[in-house]
């Protein structure tokens, strides 16, 4: 379990508001994110990853995919989007989205790893750098990732030997972008 202070709980997440936010245009591309990791020794690169996509049901399926690698004895990691109350939720292990010192903790990392790299990452794009980051240092035997949004530029896609890669239904959604 990480200990974190008071002072480094409010720092990291305040790291997490300070990210970019949707503004409901996107210029998406891979390389903040790839930087941000490359600073981080690539840890998205040593995980056991299932990877889902699609535009319909992609998060039941990897709920229901993360649900069932736990259920077989598997430390799995899940990270998802969006959250429904707190930012917590996108992040799980075997089920139990992190505490907030252990988010703090690891976004603190990504923060240092942003500031290397002279970048900026998104929100999705920070969330993801810490699932990939705490899903390694953790222990986490096999994880599962939800796209977000971006199709093949989104950050979870700097995954590049996934275990399996899922597609769900896919529609003509978000054409603007």
Do not use: C
Not at 51 to 68: D, I, Q
Not at 69 to 80: N, P
Not at 121 to 141: D, K, N, P
């Amino acid at each position: 379990m990480v200990n974190a202070d008071s002072s480094l709980l409010d720092e990291g997440i305040s790291f997490l508001s300070e990210l970019e936010g949707w503004r409901g245009t996107a210029d998406f591309n891979l390389a903040a994110i790839s930087a941000v990791m490359a600073e981080l020794g690539n840890p998205q690169e040593k995980l056991k990853a299932v990877h889902v996509a699609g535009t319909n049901g992609k998060g039941s399926v990897a709920a229901f995919t993360a649900a069932a690698l736990a259920h077989t004895g598997y430390k799995t990691g899940l990270s998802i989007s969006p959250h429904l109350s707190r930012v917590n939720e996108r992040i799980s292990i075997n089920g139990r989205p992190v505490e907030d010192e252990m988010l703090a903790y690891y976004a603190l990392k990504v923060r240092s790893a942003v500031a290397k790299a002279g970048v900026k990452l998104s929100y999705f794009e920070g969330i993801t750098a810490i699932a990939f980051l705490l899903f390694l240092e953790e222990g986490v035997e096999k994880s599962v990732f939800e796209v977000g949004l971006g199709g093949r530029l989104d950050a979870t896609n700097i995954v590049s030997k996934p275990l399996a890669a899922v597609i769900t239904s896919i529609s003509k959604d978000h054409r603007h972008i």
